[in-house]
């Protein structure tokens, strides 16, 4: 039967998730708030397309175009998102989706499509040097079964956050993570989302999100934006002021994340990406937490190249440095117009 192609519609996008729940290999990052939150907080062109046969969907593929001064012009599935890529019946639907991309680059100028795949896939598209990894790993009812699965150094830490009397609330309000996170990001160089994204975020998913902040003495020393999709929880954004460490808040923060998941019947953590060789890598890896590659995939336009924005490229060195020692309110301005370009 003949295959036919359609972008998503607000009459589409219930059965668009449906599909999705569907799924085996889908992800969090397939879900059409996704395209709301990239639209409303980016002002991003979106190409969330459709495949159907005989009236099904058959395939999804939710596509964004990332346009900047700064970083260029790519389409990836999904920009701000540590998976994506197409969703399909079979490999036939999965090629189709994949050429219906490609064949974008010349409409909308675009140097590359970037597909950001979780698992391995059948593709000749072009891949990269190993850059990305993510950490995923199953958690049980029990949470002392847990904390026995986290290494012995790292457990310590855990319980040191609780001999400190660090306790956790969850929120659904992101002032207070906001702060926190973007005095975090600052510290490490690197430009904040503003903080409508954040709104956004936990509008668009207010029954599958929230917010857990570890207090110390009355004050907020930590939090994280969770996800939950099926049996999994995906700490996503978050960070730790300078007050955390001393009483090792964000382990503290992460724990508190697993046990409150756990309790919800949760089974399955997913630490997210990271890049080789930085510090988020080693700390995920201390939790016992064994590093899985991303197998991202690309297709360029003639002369263009697989888009190289990381912080361990050379060349960003000097601005990384230089962001570290901004003023925080100056950072906040600055950061938002920035980062949007990096997806």
């Known amino acids: 039967m003949t295959l036919k192609m359609r972008s998503l519609d607000d009459a589409s996008a219930q059965a668009w998730d449906a599909f999705v729940m569907s799924r085996p290999d889908a992800t969090f990052f397939h879900l059409t708030g996704w395209e709301t939150v990239i639209h409303e907080a980016f002002g ?8 159907e046969q005989d ?4 395939g ?8 900047t001064l700064l970083f260029g012009n790519v389409l990836t599935s999904t920009p701000f998102c540590v998976y994506g890529g197409p969703l399909a019946v079979d490999a036939d639907v999965a090629a189709a989706l994949a050429a219906h991309a490609a064949a974008l680059l010349p409409e909308t100028g675009a140097g590359v499509v970037e597909f950001r795949h979780r698992d391995a896939v059948d593709s000749q598209w072009q891949g990269r040097p ?27 830490m855990v319980r040191k956050g609780i001999q400190n009397g660090l306790t956790s609330v969850v929120e659904q309000d992101p002032a207070r993570l906001y702060g926190i996170y973007a005095e975090s990001v600052r510290n490490l160089g690197t430009p904040v989302f503003s903080h409508r994204f954040f709104k956004i975020l ?29 049996d999994e929880v995906l700490p996503y954004y978050g960070g730790g002021t300078m007050g955390a460490r001393p009483v090792a808040g964000n382990d503290f923060m992460y724990w508190e994340v697993m046990r409150r998941a756990a309790d919800r019947g949760h089974r399955l953590f997913d630490f997210g990406r990271s890049k080789i060789g930085t510090g988020a890598y080693s700390f995920k890896h201390n939790w016992g ?11 360029l336009a003639p002369g263009a190249s697989i888009p190289d924005h990381n912080p361990l490229n050379p060349k960003y060195a000097l601005f990384i440095a230089a962001w ?16 949007r370009g990096l997806g």
């Not at 003495?217 to 999709?229: C, E, H, L």
């Not at 899985?292 to 297709?299: E, P, V, W």
């Open 55 to 58: 009236g099904a969907i058959v």
């Open 130 to 156: 190993e850059l990305y990894v993510t950490f995923r790993k199953p958690i049980t009812a029990d949470h002392e079964q847990n904390m026995k699965a986290i290494p012995r150094k790292q457990r310590a």
């Open 60 to 67: 999804i593929l939710p596509l964004v175009q990332v346009k």
């Open 289 to 299: 937490f064994e590093a899985a590659n991303l197998h991202y995939r690309y297709a």
């Open 324 to 339: 570290k020692r901004l003023p925080l309110p100056i950072a906040n301005l600055l950061g938002p117009p920035i980062v």
């Open 44 to 51: 991003f062109r979106t190409f969330y397309t459709i495949a």
């Open 202 to 230: 936990m509008r668009t998913f207010a029954d599958c999100a929230d917010i857990v902040t570890i207090m110390h003495d009355g004050t907020a020393v930590a939090s994280v934006m969770n996800f939950y999709f099926r």
